[in-house]
């Protein structure tokens, strides 16, 4: 990330994605370590067939996974994250797994004008997916809707 902040072109920015796999300990406890490697298996096929070739996706920590992306407006970034959402939703939908996946998100562009670090910046995004998990979990105490991209 650093090398294409320094190096990038003007006019192209760069999108992350930050997501956490949400009750994976839950996954774990209920039905054993190998339905929770599946369901990390499953959910990084959710983001790759998410996102295009040319974007970066890996494994941040244990459950969390980092997208990169290079985009032109902040409009394809929201995009990006809505077309998680639905393969997420169809995933579900689908699947015969005895558990479902769900991310929690937090995504941001990166502006170089801010002088933000690298770091800082994955800070902030960190924190916006922790949001969204603790928006969650309000919701499913509270029985209110999610808030939906």
Known sequence: MRG????????????????????????????????????????GKILKGSFRREDLICRFGGDEFVVVLKIKEGG????????????????N????????????????????????????????IDLFMYEDKRRKKTAEKTGAGLHKI
């Open 4 to 43: 294409w902040i320094k190096n990038g072109r003007e006019g192209a920015a760069l999108g992350v994605i930050m997501t956490d796999l949400d009750s994976f300990k839950k996954i774990n406890d209920s039905w054993g370590h190998d339905a929770g490697d599946q369901a990390l298996v499953e959910a």
């Open 76 to 91: 394809d970034l929201t995009d990006a994250v809505k077309r998680l959402k639905t393969n997420t939703r169809t995933f």
């Open 93 to 124: 939908e689908r699947t015969e797994f005895p558990y479902s996946i769900n991310f929690s998100v937090g995504f941001g562009v990166y502006d170089r004008e801010s002088g933000m670090s690298v770091q800082q910046f994955m800070k902030r």
